[in-house]
């Protein structure tokens, strides 16, 4: 079979280490592999740049880097398999390059989501990763916002370019692409699968101590940016303890606050009282409502890869108009406290310093909040876990929050049931506000319970172990000289052997055996994800008891890390 992996961004070695393990397997396995780098094709600007903290106009010297970087990277991967090794630069020609900045600059504004080329819908698909820089829930577009739009048709149109003499010289079966909603990729996986080859989405886990221990790899036009494990869910019953253990580390890294990945201060612990810093009464039961950047989704949506259902509600038209809805509903319950958590990243964050533009609409939407109603604002710097140890129910849209309250046993209630991301069984959803407000009284009821922890774990083993790839993770060079006192001298020996270091990593094996051959079904038959792989290789369910206790252990463990004491009224 014929496989080719378009891998143009080898300075974010994080990223194209794992992937390589891929290219590696299928060349070991006997497939005719094409290994496809950048060679500095986009010198203006690119998201390698873009990963490095680059802006279009900075100076040319600092792009300079990111390409030579990434050049570097790119040889010894290359060097690491016996895959044929092609370099984007090479199938680009100066014509091209004119031909792109002809049609860019002919565009207006207005017009750049109807922009196509070669049958291929260029501006809408280089709209994904403008939409997240800028956090956008609209299409209309500030005039520094054009300038990059611009940039990111322009890359497009030279990658499509250089991809479809690539394409039709090597003729691939199979193309697989790390990312492929950004548009440099997405234009490609589009013209592979409209040419008839199967296209694959390759991503790190989205569990935060897994994110380069493990792949996510799926077809592309089968799934999009929907998680796959939504569908097998009543599959669930295979879960074994081992994929409820590997979990462990997730809720690890979020409690912590230190990943990337999670927005959330990190737990202060029991010594903050959620009730005496928000002045709530005693005897109030609270209900947190938990908000979710837009951005991400709406980005999804508009390039294809997300259904309407996850992104128009007919519930509520908006998170505002929930929002304003459920205040208004509650605001009269003396009974009731409730505490709304908008989303850290829609403020300037640890990873972004962007203000998305749905944030100013939550600033006017809280002014004159009733008695019963607190805001809880980013700048406080209060843990999600420290709110989660003392609320009772917890409302919101989509948020994977709604998943990590559940696996501290706290009902979770969310509007409607396509918007989110995990099963409607382990949480209280519907498809009407009359349902929506009754879950909240049903919620309120139910209380703290195993059975919600039980849904929450079973759905992440499903999600996070069952779901992915293991890999042996990447030997972090910024880890290997910790025991260096001075900083000068630990950066100096990381510069020293931080090739020597890339090299003898390139040349690890995949990982465990199982996984492996997992992936190879998976490519050589062209299946659309790895749980379809599974359903050929008969697997017995685990033995209930075992892995409910080890559900048990885990959620123990959770629930400890936050301060959490209070026993489950159902915990058998």
Request: aromatic share 12%; glycine share 6%; proline share 4%.
């Given at each position: 079979m014929k496989v080719l992996f378009y891998s143009l961004n080898a300075a974010i070695w994080l990223h194209a280490l794992p992937e390589n393990r891929l290219v590696r397997e299928l060349c070991d396995a006997g497939h005719e592999v094409t290994y496809v780098t950048c060679g500095s094709c986009f010198p203006q600007h690119c998201t390698s740049m873009s990963a490095s903290g680059i802006e279009l106009d900075d100076a040319q010297e600092k792009k300079n880097a990111v390409c030579l970087a990434c050049n570097r990277n790119a040889s010894i991967l290359a060097q690491s398999s016996a895959a044929n090794h092609l370099e984007l630069r090479?199938?680009?020609?100066d014509e091209d390059y004119a031909m792109a900045a002809r049609l860019v600059?002919?565009?207006?504004?207005?017009q750049y989501l109807d922009f196509e080329f070669m049958g291929i819908s260029v501006g809408r698909l280089a709209s994904y990763e403008l939409f997240l820089k800028y956090k956008k829930m609209s299409p209309n577009l500030a005039p520094e916002q054009w300038e990059y739009c611009k940039l990111y048709i322009k890359n497009c149109l030279i990658s499509l370019l250089g991809f479809s003499r690539l394409f039709r010289a090597k003729k691939p079966d199979v193309v697989l692409f790390y990312s492929p909603q950004y548009g440099v990729n997405g234009v490609c996986a589009q013209l592979a699968e409209n040419e008839g080859s199967a296209a694959y989405f390759v991503?790190?886990?989205?569990?935060?101590?897994e994110r380069y221990r493990a792949l996510r790899v799926w077809r592309w036009s089968v799934h999009g940016l929907v998680n796959p494990a939504l569908q097998y869910w009543p599959e669930a019953e295979t879960i074994d303890a081992d994929d409820i253990r590997r979990l462990r580390g997730h809720f690890r890294e979020l409690v912590s606050g230190k990943s990337f990945a999670v927005y959330s201060s990190p737990v202060a612990g029991s010594g903050v009282s959620l009730r005496a810093k928000l002045d709530i009464p005693v005897g109030a039961k609270i209900?947190?409502?938990?908000?979710?950047?837009f951005d991400e989704a709406y980005a999804a949506h508009m390039i294809g890869r997300f259904p309407d259902r996850k992104v128009i509600s007919a519930v509520f038209k908006d998170q505002f108009e929930w929002v304003k809805s459920t205040i208004d509903y509650l605001a009269a319950r003396d009974d009731l406290f409730v505490v709304v958590r908008v989303h850290p990243r829609d403020f300037p964050n640890k990873r972004e310093v962007t203000q998305s533009e749905q944030a100013s609409v939550w600033t006017n939407l809280f002014v004159g909040a009733p008695a019963n109603v607190r805001i809880n604002w980013p700048e406080e710097q209060l843990s999600l876990y420290d709110l989660l140890r003392e609320v009772d129910v917890v409302l919101t849209g989509w948020s994977a929050t709604g998943v990590e309250a559940l696996a501290l046993g706290i009902p979770v209630v969310t509007y409607d049931v396509h918007l989110p991301s995990y099963p409607r069984e382990i949480h209280f959803s519907g498809k009407s506000q009359a349902e929506y407000y009754a879950n909240i009284e049903r919620a309120l009821a139910a209380g703290r319970q195993f059975s919600h922890a039980a849904g929450a774990f079973r759905w992440l083993g499903l999600s996070f172990s069952r779901g992915t790839l293991r890999i042996t993770p990447p030997i972090r060079i910024e880890r290997v000289f910790r025991f260096l006192v001075f900083r000068n001298v630990r950066?100096?020996?990381?510069?020293?052997?931080?090739?020597?270091v890339k090299r003898i990593d390139a040349q690890r094996k995949f990982g465990p055996p199982g996984d492996a051959e997992r992936f190879r079904q998976l490519i050589s038959r062209r299946t659309s994800d790895v749980f379809e792989v599974d359903r050929t290789t008969q697997r017995w369910p685990a033995d209930a008891a075992t892995v409910t206790r080890a559900i048990e252990v885990e959620h123990g463990k959770f629930a400890a890390a936050i301060g959490l004491r209070t026993a489950l009224t159902d915990a058998r």
């Amino acid at each position: 079979m014929k496989v080719l992996f378009y891998s143009l961004n080898a300075a974010i070695w994080l990223h194209a280490l794992p992937e390589n393990r891929l290219v590696r397997e299928l060349c070991d396995a006997g497939h005719e592999v094409t290994y496809v780098t950048c060679g500095s094709c986009f010198p203006q600007h690119c998201t390698s740049m873009s990963a490095s903290g680059i802006e279009l106009d900075d100076a040319q010297e600092k792009k300079n880097a990111v390409c030579l970087a990434c050049n570097r990277n790119a040889s010894i991967l290359a060097q690491s398999s016996a895959a044929n090794h092609l370099e984007l630069r090479d199938f680009v020609t100066d014509e091209d390059y004119a031909m792109a900045a002809r049609l860019v600059e002919a565009l207006s504004a207005p017009q750049y989501l109807d922009f196509e080329f070669m049958g291929i819908s260029v501006g809408r698909l280089a709209s994904y990763e403008l939409f997240l820089k800028y956090k956008k829930m609209s299409p209309n577009l500030a005039p520094e916002q054009w300038e990059y739009c611009k940039l990111y048709i322009k890359n497009c149109l030279i990658s499509l370019l250089g991809f479809s003499r690539l394409f039709r010289a090597k003729k691939p079966d199979v193309v697989l692409f790390y990312s492929p909603q950004y548009g440099v990729n997405g234009v490609c996986a589009q013209l592979a699968e409209n040419e008839g080859s199967a296209a694959y989405f390759v991503e790190g886990s989205s569990s935060n101590s897994e994110r380069y221990r493990a792949l996510r790899v799926w077809r592309w036009s089968v799934h999009g940016l929907v998680n796959p494990a939504l569908q097998y869910w009543p599959e669930a019953e295979t879960i074994d303890a081992d994929d409820i253990r590997r979990l462990r580390g997730h809720f690890r890294e979020l409690v912590s606050g230190k990943s990337f990945a999670v927005y959330s201060s990190p737990v202060a612990g029991s010594g903050v009282s959620l009730r005496a810093k928000l002045d709530i009464p005693v005897g109030a039961k609270i209900l947190l409502m938990t908000l979710s950047s837009f951005d991400e989704a709406y980005a999804a949506h508009m390039i294809g890869r997300f259904p309407d259902r996850k992104v128009i509600s007919a519930v509520f038209k908006d998170q505002f108009e929930w929002v304003k809805s459920t205040i208004d509903y509650l605001a009269a319950r003396d009974d009731l406290f409730v505490v709304v958590r908008v989303h850290p990243r829609d403020f300037p964050n640890k990873r972004e310093v962007t203000q998305s533009e749905q944030a100013s609409v939550w600033t006017n939407l809280f002014v004159g909040a009733p008695a019963n109603v607190r805001i809880n604002w980013p700048e406080e710097q209060l843990s999600l876990y420290d709110l989660l140890r003392e609320v009772d129910v917890v409302l919101t849209g989509w948020s994977a929050t709604g998943v990590e309250a559940l696996a501290l046993g706290i009902p979770v209630v969310t509007y409607d049931v396509h918007l989110p991301s995990y099963p409607r069984e382990i949480h209280f959803s519907g498809k009407s506000q009359a349902e929506y407000y009754a879950n909240i009284e049903r919620a309120l009821a139910a209380g703290r319970q195993f059975s919600h922890a039980a849904g929450a774990f079973r759905w992440l083993g499903l999600s996070f172990s069952r779901g992915t790839l293991r890999i042996t993770p990447p030997i972090r060079i910024e880890r290997v000289f910790r025991f260096l006192v001075f900083r000068n001298v630990r950066a100096l020996a990381d510069k020293m052997f931080n090739g020597l270091v890339k090299r003898i990593d390139a040349q690890r094996k995949f990982g465990p055996p199982g996984d492996a051959e997992r992936f190879r079904q998976l490519i050589s038959r062209r299946t659309s994800d790895v749980f379809e792989v599974d359903r050929t290789t008969q697997r017995w369910p685990a033995d209930a008891a075992t892995v409910t206790r080890a559900i048990e252990v885990e959620h123990g463990k959770f629930a400890a890390a936050i301060g959490l004491r209070t026993a489950l009224t159902d915990a058998r």
